[in-house]
């Protein structure tokens, strides 16, 4: 690190001079829950596995906690701030709290779920403190959208970072799993308390790390096996025959469709993985 790359991290105190300043109070409706120690976004850099030449997309960076650890370690943060008040003022903590580093940071406000394309070179990492109730939608946009981001490590509520992390088979595995697999390997980074956050929300957070990979099938068809996946997890009670029944024309048909995909009709969702899932609308272009 040269002199001058470093940063004044934001504690409890900081955090909340800030928000009396811009008389801003955490919206539920947007998620907002703010990481207040140090520690925490310390880690959260450390276990991103970034490079000096990474470019981050940072979603949500709220007071610029997480933003003020990332500078240091990678070569430029844009950072997606959907409440233009908050958004204004993160270029403002940066360069008073990482004067030597503000060049590197550019802060888009946008809608994360909306934003088509970023200003300037495309990231090659996403890091951030997802919004609880937007998480996975946030994502899975964001992967769809940015296909220059190649690795990453979000955190989001500890009940979904199983979900996104889970294995064919498994209790919670289910459409947040087989959707981000269509993208990436993913894998639990480990737990974060809710102690962190302020306000401090009622469940404990995870954090995931995932690296893409090449999906199973074309790009062209990634609409087209979402919507299988879909229909397989609306009824998980369901057979695969009769849950994806109306998906096929009939019973019948997704029998023939499913035996042709080399799956057992009489499976459910749970048991796929996303590369079955690919078969299958395969096996369904055949059949036709």
């Known amino acids: 690190m040269k002199a001058g790359d470093?940063?004044?991290?934001?504690?409890?105190?900081?955090?909340?001079?800030?928000?009396?300043?811009?008389?801003?109070r955490p919206a539920k409706r947007l998620g907002q829950n703010f990481v207040v120690d140090p520690g925490t976004v310390r880690r959260i850099v450390t276990l991103a596995d970034l490079r000096p030449d990474d470019v981050v997309l940072e979603v949500g960076p709220g007071f610029g906690s997480l933003t003020l650890a990332l500078l240091p370690a990678v070569r430029r943060v844009?950072?997606?701030?959907?409440?233009?008040?908050?958004?204004?003022?993160?270029?403002?903590?940066?360069?008073?709290?990482?004067?030597?580093?503000?060049?590197?940071?550019e802060v888009v406000t946008a809608d994360a779920a909306k934003v088509a394309s970023l200003p300037g070179e495309p990231p090659s990492a996403l890091v951030a403190n997802l919004p609880y109730n937007v998480a996975v939608p946030v994502l899975l946009h964001l992967l769809a959208a940015v296909p220059s981001l190649a690795h990453g490590l979000v955190m989001v509520q500890a009940?979904?970072?199983?979900?996104?992390?889970?294995?064919?088979?498994?209790?919670?595995?289910?459409?947040?799993?087989?959707?981000?697999?269509?993208?990436?390997?993913?894998?639990?980074?480990?737990?974060v308390s809710r102690t962190v956050f302020w306000p401090?929300?009622?469940?404990?957070?995870?954090?995931?790390?995932?690296?893409?990979?090449?999906?199973?099938?074309?790009?062209?068809?990634?609409?087209?096996?979402?919507?299988?996946?879909?229909?397989?997890f609306s009824q998980r009670r369901k057979t695969l025959r009769a849950a994806l029944a109306r998906w096929a024309g009939s019973a019948e048909q997704a029998e023939r469709i499913l035996r042709a995909a080399g799956v057992d009709p009489g499976a459910r969702g749970e048991s796929?993985?996303?590369?079955?899932?690919?078969?299958?609308?395969?096996?369904?272009?055949?059949h036709r």
């Open 200 to 232: 401090v929300p009622n469940v404990d957070s995870g954090l995931v790390a995932f690296a893409r990979r090449p999906p199973p099938a074309d790009e062209a068809r990634r609409e087209r096996v979402f919507a299988v996946v879909d229909a397989a």
């Open 6 to 24: 470093e940063a004044a991290l934001l504690g409890p105190a900081a955090v909340r001079e800030i928000a009396a300043r811009l008389g801003v």
């Open 78 to 105: 844009v950072a997606v701030e959907v409440d233009p008040v908050l958004a204004a003022e993160l270029p403002r903590t940066v360069a008073a709290r990482a004067p030597g580093l503000a060049g590197r940071i």
């Open 272 to 286: 796929l993985t996303v590369a079955d899932f690919a078969r299958i609308v395969g096996a369904r272009a055949e």
């Open 159 to 191: 009940e979904v970072a199983a979900r996104m992390t889970a294995s064919p088979g498994g209790r919670v595995y289910g459409v947040p799993s087989v959707k981000l697999a269509w993208f990436a390997t993913a894998r639990s980074a480990g737990a």
